[in-house]
């Protein structure tokens, strides 16, 4: 495999006489009728984030079913017949998980747990620590640097004992047999536990499960210390690909979470604890099911005799724990147990590394940058984990966000960031403890999208395989990587993403996409509640404008971060379009002047679409929804939608306050709003045109309850912005001139025409302008229009929503991948506004054609909103 040419990937026949010598791909060849049974749902879907959680087959989910129509299950901790049996089936797993093992219950014992976090903190919690400050020789707490969050973080428990916790870097713990301790100290019976995983979850990498004997036996010491070591095996990641054998590795404990290992059920693990050390622990917290006797008035309790029972709290999560008898009996029949997984699994990553290690661009740099201990060529120190970065031409790593979403775009599921293991990150990547504190002072924290902080990266990319892991799976992500790296035209230099001249004039006056019919009627009178603020009754027009001694005044009014710096000369710029979307991910509607309220454009995203889960749908699911085109008549105080092939429905612009109103949360990325359902007509209308169940809600006015505010940095201190069903700011504001100038290079890559109005409703702005420079806005740090004053919020990041047509709801990935191409691996554009709240005695109204008065910031770069969620505008 390594000597295949620069860019051809292997056909499935080489891929097969390419395997390493005795490991089998495919299960003697049933995976592809595997694939068509029991994992349809993955048709179109390239899943490689098995390491984050397994996929359970269909199979698995109908025993069980069929088991509970079956059975009647009762509370084990009941003794009537069907508790009866409810606890007998779960001894029965707790000795099918033992035979998995390959041990006994003379030598192990099985602790359910809510997970694998939950075993480690019970460890943590329960050892037989011996603190500082007393006359012993107190306990330590070693871990491995690579190791998980949860099993760091026990360190705060062993702290709140007053015990040391020390990490241990994976090459000291091999120079370790020089920490052999005087004759004299090696009678020491101290207890202190030293934890490793079976496999990183970062890199994939395997560590000897003979460190467990050695440990235990004195030839390896983490530290100098005396005492006797016991060793925490962390198994979560291990297990789910690879036999774990506790009859030869006899850990102490050996937590592990289910969902690993079948994909259901979740919220379920184990602790499995090594007989020799079950009676040390220590227990002071008892719930329901662990006391054989206790008194209520006096402090006398008595532990059950059973180390399990006294250590489950309360009723076991019983039903979850039968499922996992049919995970394991549907496995074995899948796939042949789990030496057979192993193999299979390691074929596909062996492959998969070997392919991109010899990725290169034309000027022989390479396209990935693989962080790994191994070479991949022995599965006995490698599981099925790639953990990269993509780099560009130059060395530069391209941040893990945009390679995500690029991904996306080929519906490739991968996990990006540190992956809860920050110490393997560091090491791999070359981050200090310092880097880590500055890029928290950053903005960014765990789990987010930033992904480069002084050009350096926070984090890689992911893939992992699984039992039902494909070699087509392998091809598709490596033709994503080369369609997206190696093509000519992502290698063509991007154009700069500061201000640049355009070469054609700017926008004419006369251009039919920016002066469209106005689509609204004049308004005679606009409400107090309808404009959403706290203005007298007033009677306007749509062509009104405020005094000029009252806009003078208000536009003194600005923020007081700095003194601004006023764009100069040039052309004047203008609002050309104003658009606002009633119903968050569908349709624009378009007007030529419209009143603001205090949340944006007056009924800007005011409701949205959730699916029977009451979650919030946008085109990323379902493209459709762009076909569903919502109308405001102010005069007639509806909303009117419409899709080809419906009858219009209406619903009223009055909110619904009546008792039959049930006000209840949801969830706009991250922000919490407060909603209630329009109702069973309405909800009829969307899911007869999605075709799937789904609602339309509505956002509650309810000025008691709103949740949905930000904070903006320079807005008045004391103010609270508020947000309608938006992601991120009140308004998206995109520049004429710099879609003509994407227009350009996109249009070079369709090699077919591009309407420029198709081009810009793919990036559903509430305001478009026409400035004479492209990207010009990107150095504005507040604007004002008319009498409204707006500060810059930040730049708008986009995803795969702008590869959806507005008019069709087809998909084309090639606009996202232009826009980083052409960006220089960035997906920005258009910015975020919001609006500096008037304390004025007139409605406020934005037109078209009103002038646009930028103020330029002191730091020509925007910062993007420090969310952890897309910022693409729904």
Known sequence: ?????????????????????????????????????????????TYLDHAGSALFPESLLKAFTDDLRNNVYGNPHSQNISSKLTYDTIEHVRYRILQHFHTTAEDYTIIFTSGCTAALKLVAEAFPWIPEGTKQPSSRFCYLTDSHTSVVGMRGITASMNVLSVPIKPKEILLSEKNRLPAEEQNCMTPHLFSYPAQSNFSGTKYPLSWIQDIKSGKLHPIKIPGKWFVLLDAASYVSSSPLD???????????????????????????????????????????????????????????????????????????????????????????????????????????????????????APVVRIYSDTDFSNPDVQGPIINFNVLDENGEVIGFSQVDKMASLYNIHVRTGCFCNTGACQMHLGMSNEDIQRNLQAGHVCGDDIDLVNGRPTGSVRISFGYMSSFEDAQTFLKFIMA????????????????????????????????????????????????????????????????EVEAESIRAAVSEIAVPTCRRGGKPVTVTNIYLY??????????????????????????????????????????????VNPS?????????????????????????????????????????????????????????????????????????NRSHQKNIKGLASATNISLSLVNEAQYLLINVASILKLKEHISAR?????????????????????????????????????????????????????????????????????????????????????????????????SVGSQVLPVLKENTEIQPPTSSEEKCSG
């Open 246 to 364: 506790l009859g030869v590795h006899q850990a102490d404990f050996i937590p592990i979470s289910f969902y690993k290992i079948f994909g259901f059920p979740t919220g379920l693990g184990a602790l499995l604890v090594n007989n020799r050390i079950a009676p040390l622990l220590k227990k002071t917290y008892f719930g329901g099911g662990t006391a054989a006797a206790y008194l209520a008035g006096e402090d006398f309790y008595f532990p059950r005799k059973s180390i399990a029972e006294r250590f489950e709290d309360g009723t076991v999560s019983f039903l979850d724990i039968i499922a996992l008898k049919h995970g394991f009996d549907v496995l074995e029949k899948l796939t042949g147990g789990m030496e057979k997984i192993k193999q299979h699994t390691f074929a596909l990553a062996h492959y998969t590394y070997t392919m991109l290690s010899t990725l290169k661009y034309a000027n022989g």
């Open 1 to 45: 495999m390594a000597g295949a040419p620069r860019g051809e990937l292997l056909s499935f026949r080489d891929f097969q006489a390419a395997c390493p010598a005795g490991y089998e791909y495919g299960y003697d060849g049933g995976l592809r009728g595997l694939r068509e049974r029991e994992f349809p749902r993955l048709r179109g879907i």
């Open 750 to 846: 369709l090699e077919e025409p591009l309407e420029i109005e198709e081009l810009m409703r793919r990036f559903r702005a509430n305001i478009v302008i026409s400035a004479p420079e492209s990207f010009e806005e990107e150095e504005w740090a507040e604007i004002s229009i008319g009498a409204l004053q707006f500060q810059v919020v930040g730049p708008c990041s986009r995803c795969q929503i702008i590869c959806i047509d507005q008019q069709s709801g087809e998909r084309n990935k090639e606009f996202l991948q232009s826009l980083s191409a052409a960006r220089g691996r960035k997906t920005n554009f258009g910015i975020y506004l919001m609006n500096q709240p008037l304390h004025s005695s007139f409605p406020d109204v934005l």
């Open 582 to 627: 009633p119903i968050k991910s569908c349709s624009a509607f378009e007007v030529t002047e419209w009143p603001v309220g205090n949340q944006g454009l007056l009924y800007d995203r005011n409701w949205m679409v959730v699916n029977q889960n009451g979650v919030c749908m946008t085109q990323k699911q379902e493209p459709r929804l762009c076909l």
């Open 484 to 547: 997206t790296r190696l093509s000519k035209l992502d290698s063509e230099i991007p154009f700069e993403s500061s201000v640049t001249k355009l070469t054609t004039e700017s926008v004419p006056d006369d251009h039919p996409s920016f002066h469209s019919a106005c689509k609204l009627s004049p308004v005679p009178h606009i409400s107090d509640r309808e404009l959403g603020n706290n203005l007298s009754a007033t009677e306007m027009t749509l062509n009104w404008q405020p005094p």
């Open 632 to 704: 405001i008549d102010l005069k007639q105080k509806v909303m009117v939608i419409q899709a080809e092939g419906m009858d219009p429905i209406s619903v009223s612009l009055e909110e619904n306050t009546g008792k039959e109103a049930v006000i209840c949360e949801s969830k706009v990325c991250s922000h919490r709003v407060k909603t209630y359902d329009c109702g069973e007509r309405i909800a009829g209308w969307f899911s007869m045109f999605l075709g799937r169940p789904c609602r339309l809600i509505r956002q509650s006015s309810d000025m008691k």
